[in-house]
């Protein structure tokens, strides 16, 4: 069972321009709601909005139409620094290609979001650090550097790296794609294991329908629009 909302989405929509003043409806009147703790899977072929929806959630692209609320922040009140400082605090991402710091360690890697925002001090920062490495099973691999690490064990530093900061909120995009069948299914059940021992909210962007039976809720874009399944 869920708990008290933390992503509520109503009628969110999204538009380009293009060439020749025409446009391109990328999502169609979006309506979606995740409770704290809750695991959720969007699925969508290539093409279906599934990045956009993903990328508007994580407070990276700006709302345009319709209504977003982020941890009771309504996003399109926000102005920049208010945005910037509220996904900071509250959300962390998990991206398909790792986006490790390829000359830094596991340890440092992991530390390096409690490096900006607010002022952290150095026992705090080492003691959250060794407790998100340990989370996900890599506390012995700390000052290891991403070439010495499997693709598993540098996604679950990706996700040790988003959770070190405590958030609201956990999104991934694509997290186990670049990885083998078996592999995925131990980083899947990091993910959602460390999303359940700390009560936040997760997203999982995925076109794989073995992803999304992992997920506690399963909603599916199809061409822009959102369906509860």
Known sequence: MSGSPVIVATDLSRRVDLPGRRSLSILRRVNLTVGAGET??????SGSGKTT??????LLTPVNAGQLTVVGADARKLRDQHRTRLRNRHIGFVFQSYSL??????YRNVELPLRYGARIGWPERRRRTLAALDLVGLADRARSKP???????????????ALVRQPSIILADEPTGALDV?????????????????????VVVTHDEQVARRMSRTVRLVTGELIEE
């Open 182 to 202: 078996e592999t995925a299914a131990r980083v899947l059940e990091v993910l959602t294991d460390a999303a359940r021992q700390r009560n936040c909210a997760l």
């Open 101 to 106: 710091v390829r000359h830094l360690s596991a």
């Open 40 to 45: 959720v899977a969007v699925v969508g072929r």
């Open 53 to 58: 929806l993903l990328a508007m959630l994580g």
């Open 147 to 161: 070439r010495h690490l499997s693709g598993g064990e540098q996604q679950r530093v990706a996700i040790a790296r």
